[in-house]
């Protein structure tokens, strides 16, 4: 691993690196702080539940978040030095100066990745074998954080799009907007490959991680190309969107 790849030790550790990518984005101008301020609110949570009690068992939940978020951290400064990360996250960076991706897509994308590959690896690494089932009631808990957040991840993007809102009204999933689309389906199919991946030796493991990126990367190809009339949409959407991207940012670190 390059020495330019910091990797966390404790969830506050985890914290500072995830601010710090977030006023590099800022700094840089890139799309790559969207997500990075929605993970850092995420992790944020996860901290503040337990130290409140809400997991069975707090040191492993937050081992498994150490895990987790060092994935993606790795993963963002391979393609800041030029290195080669894992394919799902490959397009999902690669895109950042795509000037029709709205911010939904962006978020998207990077949910897909860390939720759909990294949790299930993460989940495994921390909770090998038969110890996998220990950590479920924990592992389901972070959904009730994250329907927490889609209210204000809502209102965030409704603020970045006028007609967004309008939209949502009228499709009648303004509640359910986010969560439906992919975090509570994405954090279950994470479930499924956790426990996939726990038994395996390190040779099936990596085989096993290489062909889930595989197929994740094929998500991330329809988030991206969703088709003549969903981009057209998201192109309508893209033209609505109001503010330049530090202003984006700031707006979704003040919401959410």
């Not at 939940?61 to 951290?73: G, K, S, T």
Request: glycine content about 4%.
């Amino acid at each position: 691993m390059s020495e330019n790849i910091p990797q966390a030790k404790t969830i506050d550790e985890v914290i500072v690196i995830l601010n710090t990518i977030i006023e590099e984005a800022i700094e840089d101008s890139t799309t790559l702080g969207y997500f990075a301020v929605l993970y850092c609110k995420v992790t944020e949570k996860v901290k503040e539940g337990i130290a409140n009690g809400m997991f069975e068992n707090g040191p492993r939940m937050e081992q498994l978040d150490v895990i987790f978020a060092n994935r993606y951290i790795k993963a963002y400064y391979q393609y800041k030095n030029g290195e080669e990360a894992s394919s799902c996250w490959e397009v999902a960076f690669k895109h950042a100066d795509d000037f029709w991706m709205i911010v939904l897509q962006h978020l998207l994308l990077g949910m897909n990745a860390h939720i759909n590959l990294d949790l299930g690896v993460a989940a495994a690494q921390v909770a090998p074998g038969d110890v996998i089932e220990d950590l479920k009631n924990d592992f389901n808990t972070i959904n009730t954080i994250l329907s927490g957040l889609v209210a204000n991840v809502e209102t965030a993007l409704s603020d970045v799009w006028p007609i967004l809102k309008w939209i949502l009204k009228k499709t009648q999933k303004v509640d359910t907007f986010l969560i439906d689309f992919s975090m509570q389906e994405a954090r279950n199919g994470a479930w499924k490959f956790a426990v996939s991946l726990a038994p395996l030796d390190s040779v099936a493991l990596t085989q096993k991680i290489k062909e889930r990126d595989a197929s994740i990367t094929k998500i991330a190809d329809l988030i991206t190309n969703p088709g003549y009339i969903p981009s057209l949409l998201f192109k309508i959407l893209r033209l609505f969107e109001r503010g330049s991207v530090v202003s984006k940012i700031e707006k979704l670190r003040s919401v959410i």
